[in-house]
């Protein structure tokens, strides 16, 4: 479903993504991993036109969409959740779901369709459908809520979520982890999901990619990358093994 081909990101003279390369197959959960300042997001922010390659061409169902801007690449079905939430804040939480309804897709809804679509996907990510509710009177727990029920609002093929555990309880996070399996399972979406919390992100994705210095350092089933000496090393630590 996606091709990302030796895509590179300088800022000046920094690299943030060095010749990265990867593929994800309809219907995978992919997790995505790295330290800080690794070239997680830079890479979310290439693949979704946030952010322009300097070099390298990143493929959607074998077309090319490296120079599309970020509405057009949304429209062809790739969506993204924001790691520091960016509401509308002019905007009521229905109306910020509404818009990824009504503008996600190259077709007009009415706004009777949009609404009903957004309460649906208000409803699937368990916020409340309150028309008088505002961004700003949420938590940053439930502002990630609202980033993923406006993505899927879109309808994509492709959900690019950026960390959507961080600050949750236990429980919490076993919901958030079953609700993006529903997500794929129910709604057929492809993900690649950016997350620190490993314990989380190995029960759930289908295989793993690891950045490291803005390079792809290793990748495969959680089990592998758990047990790479160079991903211990990097990042996960000797003490996950020991966990
Ligand atoms: N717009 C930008 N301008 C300049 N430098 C940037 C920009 N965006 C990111 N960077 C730099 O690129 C590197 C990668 O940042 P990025 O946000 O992609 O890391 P990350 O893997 O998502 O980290 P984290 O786990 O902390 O979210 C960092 O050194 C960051 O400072
Ligand atoms: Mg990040």
Partial sequence: MLQ????????????ALREVS?????????????????????????????LPATAGRVL???????????N????????????????????????????????????????????????HYLQMVGLP???????DELTVV??????????????PRLLLVDEALGGLHHSEMAEATEMLKRIRDELGITIVWVEHIMSA????????????????IAEGSPQEVANNPQVIDAYLGERFLAS
């Fill in 22 to 50: 990867f593929t994800v197959s309809e219907g995978e959960i992919v997790g995505l991993i790295g330290p800080n300042g690794s070239g997680k997001t830079t890479l979310f922010n290439v693949i979704s036109g946030t």
């Fill in 129 to 135: 459908i309150d028309g008088k509710m505002w961004p």
């Fill in 60 to 70: 959607l169902q074998g077309e090319e969409i490296t120079h599309l801007l970020p």
């Fill in 72 to 119: 057009a690449i949304c429209q062809r079905g790739i969506a993204r959740t924001f790691q520091i939430p960016r509401p509308f804040k002019v905007l009521t939480t229905v109306e910020n779901v509404m818009l990824g309804a009504a503008f996600g897709k190259k077709r007009t809804l009415s706004p009777e369709e949009a609404r009903a679509r957004a309460e």
């Fill in 201 to 216: 992100l190995m029960r759930v994705v289908d295989r793993v990619m690891v950045l490291h210095h803005g390079e792809k």
């Fill in 142 to 155: 439930d502002l990630k809520r609202l980033e993923i029920a406006r993505a899927l609002a879109t309808e």
């Fill in 4 to 15: 990302v081909e030796r895509i590179t990101k300088r800022f000046g003279g920094f690299v």
